[in-house]
């Protein structure tokens, strides 16, 4: 989708066009198929590196159509936020050291993107979630002003015809209702692909499934969304509510949502998994550049396939299957799409390495997986992960099996087979699996953040430890030690983090709120329990409506308490922007002689600063 000029698809004669070129393209795959046309070989890797741009204080930046004119390379290209940048690496061979290539290409490619985010006042970030995004980045404001992401966000709504709802439970919990396709931009991956011979491909593709659950435990790095703890890898449950096209009332139909790993294992050919794609989703999108691919295929040319591609385009399998055309041959790969991005380079490749050698060192008692595994449990595996990473127990061939177990026992011996076969440099091979096994042992990127995390609370509010786990993965990220190697670290270690300190750095956000019309008697015993000086007070729609002081309560003495809190709460409230700068915050608590601002947004409560914040 991104390589073409797209447009909504609603009138019935944009539709029934599409429709045509989208069955003649299956019948012309169908027909290749059969021919043999479809490349056997040789086999080829490749990878999509997303990336995230940040300011010099590790915010999102909003500039990447800048940064890309600055970098000129026709490897970048843009994603739907202003903040995403990604790299499309040229394929390369399944041999000798070819991943050591493919490293050293993408190294060189991101120090390209570094030097031209830096005349941008910009840098970049490998994550899987950035963990300064802030919920004002997800509003159309920072989408990329390009019409093909506009329109596919009205396409999807369309669709839906109702808010995008957010639910993910974690240790914390996010619960919120969305009007826009943004949230997909929090995510970002490092897609990796793998071609595959089509006489072998759905059987590759079950085992593929078979494996997804180990593979993503390993690799997990993605556990923080908007400060709070969720899953080991949070953009799983993200990305699949986020571009959700069922309305609530929906749900309950066993429809799949677009995003997903799918419902039974794959049968008979290709051509079958495209088929009940398109039986399942609707076509959103529709395309001027279609070319009539039986004519194409009839006149002895190779057809791109353009109207199956841009409808694949706009269905999220966290295995998808891919159909491409190069040097003049059509060919047919996996694109694997839950690895996520970093935490440093050298991670990502080993986590490709790994996946890579599990699919072609498939063992024979694994072929035809499909009758040897359940699905449901395959599927189970693969939710365990993203809730749990390594702490995982799946089930695999008929036992309960520890993450760790199944993954140094069995797997990575199995993965180191299949690289073996496929002509792999040894020194690859045992340099980049061993990446593997030491994570497995020590620790992942999200076993690494929350360790972290925690440990900068105790003297940092969130919204600072946030930022401070940012400028580390920022130095680290293209250095030697990968992320088994990283410990906790001390937050003062010269991190250079170019801070200007907002409101947001100091303010409390664990406030206890009270409702106006509560008893005085009751909200002056909580601040004596909790030694609270300073109770905000709301009404019922949520509002801040008051603020209450021990000084209220010490002036009205011995007086009865059989009040109500808005009896006594001063009204008139002088508060302040979370946006705002702290020195600002000081001197308006100065100038009115006021030990607590309440931080707010319109008319709703976000926190509040006091004296004792500073």
């Known amino acids: ?111 390209k993107a570094v030097e031209g985010a830096k005349k941008k006042n910009s840098k970049i970030i490998l994550t899987g979630i950035l963990p300064t995004l802030r919920l004002k980045h997800i509003s159309k404001k920072y989408m990329t002003d390009k ?21 993910i439970k974690g240790i914390d919990e996010l619960n919120l209702r969305h009007n826009c396709v943004m949230l997909e931009a929090c995510n970002t991956s490092f897609q990796t692909h793998l ?57 309950h139909h066993e429809k799949q949502s677009r995003v997903s790993f799918g419902e039974d294992w794959e049968r008979g050919s290709v051509t079958d998994i495209f088929r009940d794609h398109i039986s399942r989703f609707r076509s959103l999108l529709t395309s001027d550049e279609h070319d009539d691919s039986f004519e194409v295929y009839k006149n002895g040319e190779i057809p791109k396939l353009r109207a199956l591609q841009l409808h694949n385009g706009t269905v999220y399998k966290w295995n998808r299957v891919c159909y491409g055309v190069g040097g003049g041959k059509p060919h047919l790969r996996i694109e694997c799409r839950y690895i996520p991005s970093g935490p440093t380079l050298t991670d990502e490749i080993a986590n490709m390495m790994f996946w890579v050698g599990l699919i072609k060192g498939q063992p024979e ?74 994570r497995v042992n020590s620790n992942n990127g999200s076993e690494w953040m929350i360790k972290n995390f925690r440990n900068l609370q105790k003297t940092k509010t969130n919204f600072e430890a946030l930022q401070i786990l940012t400028a580390f993965m920022y130095k680290h990220q293209f250095k ?12 003062d270690d ?27 008697e009751l909200v002056s015993n909580i601040m004596r329990w909790k030694k609270i000086h300073h109770m905000p007070v709301i009404n019922k729609k949520k509002e801040l409506t008051g603020l209450l002081s021990w000084t209220d309560l010490i002036k009205l003495g011995n007086k009865s308490l059989h009040l109500r809190v808005k009896d006594i709460m001063t009204r008139n409230l002088i508060t302040i922007s979370q946006e705002a700068h702290l020195e600002d915050a000081k001197n308006l608590m100065k100038t009115h002689d006021i030990n607590c601002l309440p931080v707010v947004r319109k008319k709703e409560l976000l926190g509040i600063l006091t004296s004792s914040d500073f």
């Open 1 to 111: 989708m991104g390589h073409l000029d797209v447009k909504q698809l609603k009138s019935p004669k944009d539709k029934a066009l599409y429709i045509h070129h989208l069955v003649k393209d299956l019948e012309v795959l169908d027909m290749m198929l059969k021919k043999g046309i479809i490349e056997e070989g040789p086999i080829r890797i490749g990878a999509e590196q997303e990336f995230c741009l940040v300011t010099k204080d590790y915010f999102p930046n909003n500039n990447s159509i800048e940064v890309l004119d600055e970098i000129g390379d026709e490897h970048f290209t843009t994603e739907i936020g202003k903040y995403n940048l990604e790299i499309n690496s040229n394929p390369l061979k399944l041999e000798g050291d070819c991943f050591s290539q493919l490293h050293n290409r993408l190294k060189e490619l991101l120090e």
């Open 147 to 167: 019409p093909r992401y506009h329109i596919l966000n009205e396409a999807l709504k369309d669709s839906r015809r109702e808010n995008f709802n957010i639910h």
């Open 195 to 251: 071609q595959i011979s089509p006489t072998e491909f759905v059987d590759k593709y079950n085992w593929a499934q078979a494996i997804a659950g180990p593979v993503l435990a390993s690799c997990t790095n993605s556990p923080l969304l908007f400060g709070r703890e969720l899953w080991a890898e949070t953009r799983i449950a993200l990305f699949t509510q986020s571009i959700d096209t069922r309305a609530n009332s929906f749900i």
């Open 365 to 438: 008692h694994f072929k035809s997986v499909h009758n040897r595994m359940d699905f449901r449990d395959v599927k189970n595996n693969f939710f365990k992960a993203a809730r749990n990473g390594m702490e995982s127990q799946f089930k695999w061939n008929g036992k309960q099996v520890p993450a760790r177990t199944l993954i140094l026992e069995e797997l990575l011996p199995i993965s180191r087979a299949g690289l073996t076969e496929s002509g792999i440099n040894k020194t690859d091979i045992d340099k980049y699996l061993s990446i593997i096994r030491d």
């Open 480 to 491: 030697d030690e990968t992320v088994d190697k990283w410990g906790i670290f001390n937050p």
């Open 494 to 520: 010269n991190l250079k983090i170019d801070v200007s300190r907002i409101v947001k750095h100091n303010m409390n956000t664990k406030t206890l709120m009270v409702d106006q019309n509560d008893s005085l």
